[in-house]
């Protein structure tokens, strides 16, 4: 059974960091593509950030030069580090891995940012 648990969310306040793990188990995440994605209150959930195993990234432009997505495939674990942290950054972070077309979603963890 596959299974992504998220830590590392909390409240924090503007201009602040936190850093998100994802400690996946039931799959390796070498050659998965994995990603964070981020649903504010009443939104839609979209994505963060992502990366590949090959290197490759992609950012939403609201968090490029913030936020940094890394993994260390040894430990099956990925990361999101979150800088300078603003209130529309608030809401619930999920991690996700696809890998061979399947797709895998941790629980979410809620990141809530304060004035």
């Known amino acids: 059974q596959v299974q992504l648990v998220e830590s590392g969310g909390g409240r924090v306040q503007v201009g602040g960091s936190l850093r998100l793990s994802c400690v996946v188990s039931g799959v390796d995440i070498g050659i998965a593509a994995v990603a964070w994605y981020m649903q504010p209150p009443g939104k839609e959930r979209d994505l963060v950030a992502g990366?590949?195993?090959?290197?490759?990234?992609t950012y939403a432009d609201s968090v490029k030069g913030r936020f940094t997505v890394s993994r260390d495939n040894a430990k099956n674990t990925f990361y999101l580090q979150m800088n300078n942290l603003k209130p529309e950054d608030t809401g619930v972070y999920y991690c996700?891995?696809?890998?061979?077309?399947?797709?895998?979603w941790g629980q979410g963890t809620q990141v809530t940012v304060s004035s």
């Open positions: 990366m590949i195993d090959d290197g490759g990234f």
């Open positions: 996700f891995i696809t890998k061979w077309n399947y797709e895998y």
